[in-house]
Antibody, heavy 115, light 110 residues
Framework: QVQLVQSGADMKKPGSSVKVSCKAT????????IHWVRQAPGQGLEWMAR????????DYAQKILGRVTLTADKSTSTAYMELRSLTYDDTAIYYC????????WGRGTLVTVSS | QSVLTQPASVSGSVGQSITISCIGT?????????VSWFQQHPGTAPKLIIF???ERPSGVSPRFSGSKSGNTASLTISNLQADDDGDYYC??????????FGGGTKLTVL
């Protein structure tokens, strides 16, 4: 059974950075892309970015281009999302999801930006 | 990228059918057959219920069905059950290796 296990909740100050991890188990990490989707409190889903681990290629939503970097460690089947220059508007649950159909999701990582 | 347009809320009684629309453009829904639908209950991650417009993942009830016409995708839930209560989101590939989500629809089962 495929599982995406995400890192725990984090609290950051404005202007700082956060790095969230997403470890894939039970599937072939290299075969699929990993998407990152966030959900602000009481709001809808927002697509952020996607990485294809096998070729280390990433694509980003225009809105956050320049502030986010995706990486992947094929040896540990883990994807990472780093978001920089955090503002209060970045407070959200960050999800990773597998493949072009988003068929499996992690449980989410709550990132709170607070002074 | 623009957000796909969904109704904010829909409601239906147990046993009835409802349809949720997802209006996109010729740059996303209208061009690509990569529309997915997700169900989300409070405090949980979204769950895929329809992919590639009308395909159901293994284990998803056949009461859920998807379709597309032009720039509009639709999710129909037949024989509504109490457990269908929750939020529903559509998504579509939008070209240039980007994706877009709808604003979400809150389904209330009466």
């Amino acid at each position: 059974q495929v599982q995406l296990v995400q890192s725990g909740a984090d609290m950051k100050k404005p202007g700082s950075s956060v790095k969230v991890s997403c470890k894939a188990t039970g599937g072939h990490f290299d075969t699929y892309s990993i998407h990152w989707v966030r959900q602000a409190p009481g709001q809808g889903l927002e697509w952020m970015a996607r990485i294809i681990p096998v070729i280390d290629a990433a694509d980003y939503a225009q809105k956050i281009l320049g502030r986010v970097t995706l990486t992947a460690d094929k040896s540990t089947s883990t994807a990472y999302m780093e978001l920089r220059s955090l503002t209060y508007d970045d407070t959200a649950i960050y999800y990773c999801a597998r493949g072009k159909n988003f068929d499996f999701w992690g449980r989410g990582t709550l990132v709170t930006v607070s002074s | 990228q623009s957000v796909l347009t969904q109704p904010a809320s829909v409601s239906g009684s147990v046993g009835q059918s409802i349809t949720i629309s997802c209006i996109g453009t010729s740059s996303d829904v209208g061009t690509y057959n990569l529309v997915s639908w997700f169900q989300q209950h409070p405090g949980t991650a979204p769950k895929l219920i329809i992919f590639e417009g009308s395909e159901r993942p293994s284990g998803v009830s056949p009461r859920f069905s998807g379709s597309k016409s032009g720039n509009t995708a639709s999710l129909t839930i037949s024989n509504l059950q109490a457990d269908d209560d929750g939020d529903y989101y559509c998504s579509s590939y939008a070209g240039s290796s980007t994706w877009v989500f709808g604003g979400g629809t809150k389904l209330t089962v009466l």
